[in-house]
Nanobody, 129 residues
Framework: QLQASGGGLAQAGGSLRLSCAASGFTFDDYAIGWFRQAPGKEREGVSCIRNRDGRRYSSESVKGRFTTSSDNAKNTVYLQMNTLKPEDTAVYYC????????????????????????WGKGTQVTVSS
C-alpha cells in the first residue's frame, strides 16, 4: 500500500515536499517512483529511487529542481520540489516496483521505466504564476 501526501498550492518559484508512505512489502526490495499527470496530458515519470542503495533517477524536466530521497527506517520516500513552475501543476502519484521484477533495473537503468506494480492515490499540486 502506498499513501502520497503533501500536495497543495504554491506560487511559482516556491517549494513543496511530497511524502509517500509504503506498507505491506519489504521496502528495501523495491524502487519507488513519482509520476504526474496534468489535465489533458499523459502521465509522465518524474523520478525514481532504488530503496536498496539510494540510486536515483530524474526526468530532464525536473533535474536540478526536484530531489527524491528515502527514509528506510520510516518506509517513506520524499519528493522535494523546489523552484516550482506553473507547468509542474498536476496530480502526483507514487508507485512501487519490485527490483526482482523490474526488467529495466536488471538492465542497469531506471527501475521505474519498465512498469510499476503498486500505485497510491494521487495528491494534487497546483502552482500559480
Amino acid at each position: 500500500q502506498l499513501q502520497a501526501s503533501g500536495g497543495g498550492l504554491a506560487q511559482a518559484g516556491g517549494s513543496l515536499r511530497l511524502s509517500c508512505a509504503a506498507s505491506g512489502f519489504t521496502f528495501d526490495d523495491y524502487a519507488i517512483g513519482w509520476f504526474r499527470q496534468a489535465p489533458g496530458k499523459e502521465r509522465e515519470g518524474v523520478s525514481c529511487i532504488r530503496n536498496r542503495d539510494g540510486r536515483r533517477y530524474s526526468s530532464e524536466s525536473v533535474k536540478g529542481r526536484f530531489t527524491t530521497s528515502s527514509d528506510n527506517a520510516k518506509n517513506t520516500v520524499y519528493l522535494q520540489m523546489n523552484t516550482l513552475k506553473p507547468e509542474d501543476t498536476a496530480v502526483y502519484y507514487c508507485a512501487a516496483v519490485s527490483l526482482a521484477r523490474s526488467w529495466s533495473d536488471m538492465l542497469g537503468t531506471d527501475p521505474c521505466a519498465g512498469g510499476m506494480e503498486y500505485w497510491g492515490k494521487g495528491t494534487q499540486v497546483t502552482v500559480s504564476s
